[in-house]
Structures are given as structure tokens and as C-alpha cells.
């Protein structure tokens, strides 16, 4: 078979949507869900694939700008609506619109493309690594409590359906994101996203609330949950949902917890998508009782090589040449010398001998200062070809805050 694969034409977006649908086994999308992935998608950075007159393949890409460490916000390629056709599965269709998404990132000037899998299997192939980790779990609040700060004590909380609250917590929002590798600045239309709420997709719970917490009269942070009712436990049980949770003072993150936990008629705080340094594992009495869990999150490739390892700092000198095996994107292949510290960074070709050897998905992996490539070496991954370029190299990509996006896209 061979596969055409083409941008998107506009007036077809409703079939590669539904197309996209079926082949997510997804149901009936509620209309306000399917208009903000209308608005949302970038049609000209759309590929389609193509049997014939059959449209099989869909893969989509939105223009972001990523936090990296130490570095300005860098545009990248955010990955989104992979699809093939349950008739044309494994046959090389996703190899082939991953070949051209990849050299249109590249003819772009896009050094990074990120993506949020469904299959976490998938995407390694193809030079992605797994850069970040959410963090999961469910608090047992009937018996675990949080040490909350004398001043969060004097925080006061007003409660409403999300919406209604959403430019005070996009003002929060866009307080966090430059202090987080991997959070992405807001683009028009994404602030609707977290707030998208449609009956059908409550799964019995309660709407979407915000509780907004205010220290001396400003906003400082916000919680979006829902309550979702356990039947037959006797009224107490109820969980809260979270959703999200942010807060610009390390007090204001805890009393918003205390809040939650304290939730008449409830008896836990389920969350999904935490990062895995949040504070609250320092702050609840007993971790145990968090049954707390995790998974990859951003998974991340780098496109070019020099210019990415360009646009972020390193958190102690280093002076290294990376031998970077990349068959996917040939391009990156070959000694390439990285020299920064924490004010800025070069990473340039070079014909000098190569310190350590690291295939690109390992490079993507370690890129935002998450996991560590002396982690990576020590399952084989990453080759120490000079004694000391490991811990050199290591300790420079590593940071002192966890990587992490709140949202999938
Ligand atoms: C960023 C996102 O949008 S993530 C969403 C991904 N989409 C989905 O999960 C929707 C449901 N699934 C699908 O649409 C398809 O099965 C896809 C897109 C995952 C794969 O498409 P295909 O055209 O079948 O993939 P293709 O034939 O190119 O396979 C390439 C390789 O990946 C492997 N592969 C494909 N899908 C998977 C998977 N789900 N898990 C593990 N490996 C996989 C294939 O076995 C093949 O390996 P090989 O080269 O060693 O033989």
C-alpha cells in the first residue's frame, strides 16, 4: 500500500475529526467539545493520509511555547490527533506521517516537538522520550491532615462554577508557568480547555467548581474540582475530584489542600495529574494513606539537536561531547560539543573524540531536568566513554524542579 499523506484542507475538518473519533473509539463529542478542537486546530500544520479517496491517518500539531531550564520560552511542536484507521493499523502509516511531520518541524525552525501519548509504546520509535512524570493518587482525608503555615491561616476562599472564575485563575496561571520546565504559555483559546465541563462527560459528579484563595484581598491560587456522590455509602463517602490546583505562595498551596480535605460529607481527594514534587507530599501527616502513583507525562524529541541543547541553561558547568544516535532524524547523528553553564549554553558540530553516547529519545528524556542520564546509564542506554563525562553531564541537565505540564492537548 502506499500511503499518500497531505495538509489538512480546511473544509475537511469534520471528517478528520470523526475519523479521529473512530479510531479513538471515542463517543458522540459534546458540540461545545467538538468547537473548541475546531477553533483550536492549526489546519495548515494538519496532515491527513490518504488510501485512495479514504482518509486513513490523521496527526495534528499545535504551535507552543514551552519553559525550558533557565532559557526563554521556546517554540515547539506540540504533537496531538494521531490517528490510523482500524482497517490500516500496521502498515506504516504513523511511520510515514512521523517522517513528515519531523521535516516540517525541522523546516519550521522548531528544535523540540512534545506530545501527551495514548500508548506510552507508541513513540520511543520515533526518538521521543518520556521527559516528565504525573503524579496520581487519592488522599485519605478522614485520616490525613496537612500542616498548613501560620499564614494560611489568613487566606479566605470564594467558590463558584469554574467558568465564572476563569481570568482570575489564568492570572495565576500565567504566574506559574515560567517557573516549571515543560509548562506552555497560554495561547489564545486554551484557557477554555480546563473549564470545558459538558453534562455528558460528569460521570455523575457535580459541575465544575473553583474555589479561588485570596491572601490580603488578591488572588493567589485556585482549585477546580468536582464532587462525585458514592452511592449507597451512607452520605459521607464522596469524593472530591481535582482537577487542577494552583498557587503562587507556599502557604496558599496548602490551605487550599486543607480546603479540599475539608469538605463536608466527603471522605477523599482523588487527583490525576500532580507533579511529582508537589508540596503536598510534604505536607500530609501520613503518605501512606495517599496511595499516590505515577506515569509518564510529556513525552519529548529533539528536532535539532544543537539548537535545543542551545536554548536552555545547565545547572553547574559542563564541557562535553555527546555522540547522539538519532536513525530516525539522521540529521542529529554524530559528535556535537555541548559547553554552558547556568547563564547560557553553545552546542555546535564537532570532530573532537565523544565523552558519551546518547541515543536522542535519552537526550529528549533529560532535556527539561527530570530524569537523569546517570539514570539512563545505569540501565545501558547512555555509554560513559570518558570517566567523569557521566557525572559531569548529568548533574548540568539535571534541575532542582520537577518537570511537568498540568494538561494534555
Ligand atoms: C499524540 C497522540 O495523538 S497519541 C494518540 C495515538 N493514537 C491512538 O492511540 C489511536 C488508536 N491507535 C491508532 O490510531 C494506531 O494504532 C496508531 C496511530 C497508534 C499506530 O498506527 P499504525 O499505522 O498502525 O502504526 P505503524 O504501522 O506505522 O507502526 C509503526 C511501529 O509502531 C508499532 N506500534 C504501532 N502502534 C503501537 C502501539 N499502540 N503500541 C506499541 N507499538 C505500536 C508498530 O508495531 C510498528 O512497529 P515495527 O516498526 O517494529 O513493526
Not at 467538538?34 to 483550536?40: A, I, T
Not at 512534545?114 to 521521543?128: D, H, K, V
Not at 464532587?227 to 487550599?256: H, M, N
Not at 487527583?271 to 519529548?300: E, I, K, Q, T
Request: hydrophobic share 40%; glycine share 10%.
Amino acid at each position: 500500500m502506499t500511503t499518500d499523506v497531505r495538509p489538512l484542507a480546511p473544509e475537511l475538518w469534520d471528517l478528520y475529526f470523526d475519523r479521529l473519533a473512530r479510531a479513538f473509539g471515542w463517543p458522540a463529542s459534546a458540540p461545545e467539545d467538538r468547537e473548541l478542537w475546531r477553533q483550536l486546530t492549526e489546519t495548515e500544520r494538519s496532515l491527513t493520509a490518504w488510501d485512495g479517496e479514504e482518509l486513513i491517518g490523521t496527526a495534528g500539531a499545535f504551535s507552543f511555547r514551552m519553559t525550558v531550564p533557565g532559557g526563554a520560552p521556546l517554540a515547539v511542536s506540540g504533537v496531538t490527533m494521531v490517528s490510523v484507521q482500524p482497517t490500516h493499523r500496521r502498515r506504516g502509516v504513523l511511520t510515514a506521517m512521523m517522517r513528515r511531520q519531523l521535516d516540517d518541524f525541522r523546516a519550521r525552525g522548531e528544535s523540540v516537538a512534545i506530545l501527551t501519548a495514548s500508548e506510552p509504546a507508541i513513540y520511543g520509535r520515533f526518538g521521543y522520550g518520556v521527559a516528565t512524570r504525573e503524579m496520581s493518587g487519592t488522599v485519605d482525608t478522614t485520616r490525613v491532615s496537612f500542616a498548613v503555615p501560620e499564614e494560611g491561616r489568613r487566606v479566605r476562599f470564594r467558590l463558584g462554577p469554574a467558568a465564572a472564575a476563569l481570568d482570575a485563575c489564568e492570572a495565576v496561571y500565567a504566574q506559574v508557568v515560567a517557573g516549571r520546565p515543560g509548562m506552555l504559555a497560554r495561547q489564545p483559546g486554551w484557557e477554555r480547555k480546563p473549564v470545558l465541563d459538558p453534562p455528558a462527560d460528569r460521570d455523575g459528579a457535580t459541575e465544575l467548581l473553583c474555589v479561588l484563595a485570596e491572601l490580603d484581598g488578591e488572588v493567589r491560587g485556585y482549585a477546580r474540582y468536582a464532587v462525585k456522590p458514592q452511592r449507597g455509602a451512607g452520605g459521607s463517602e464522596s469524593v472530591v475530584r481535582l482537577k487542577d490546583l494552583e498557587a503562587l505562595d507556599p502557604a496558599v498551596g496548602a490551605a487550599l489542600w486543607q480546603y479540599l480535605a475539608d469538605i463536608d460529607l466527603t471522605s477523599s481527594v482523588a487527583f490525576r495529574n500532580r507533579p511529582a514534587d508537589d508540596p503536598l507530599v510534604h505536607l500530609v501527616s501520613d503518605l501512606r494513606r495517599c496511595r499516590l502513583g505515577w506515569r509518564d507525562g510529556l513525552h519529548l524529541r529533539l528536532v535539532d539537536v544543537g539548537a535545543a541543547l542551545s536554548a536552555r541553561t545547565y545547572t553547574c558547568p559542563v564541557d562535553v561531547v555527546l555522540a547522539v544516535e538519532d536513525p530516525f532524524c539522521p540529521w542529529n547523528s554524530g559528535a556535537w560539543r555541548l559547553s554552558g553553564d547556568a547563564e547560557g549554553a553553545t552546542c555546535e558540530r564537532t570532530t573532537a573524540p565523544a565523552d558519551l553516547a546518547v541515543p536522542v529519545r535519552d537526550l529528549g528524556a533529560a532535556y527539561l531536568g527530570g530524569p537523569t542520564l546517570r539514570a539512563m546509564a545505569a540501565a545501558g542506554t547512555v555509554r560513559e566513554l570518558r570517566p567523569g563525562a557521566l557525572r559531569e553531564a548529568s548533574a548540568a541537565f539535571h534541575g532542582d524542579v520537577e518537570p511537568w505540564l498540568p494538561h494534555g492537548f
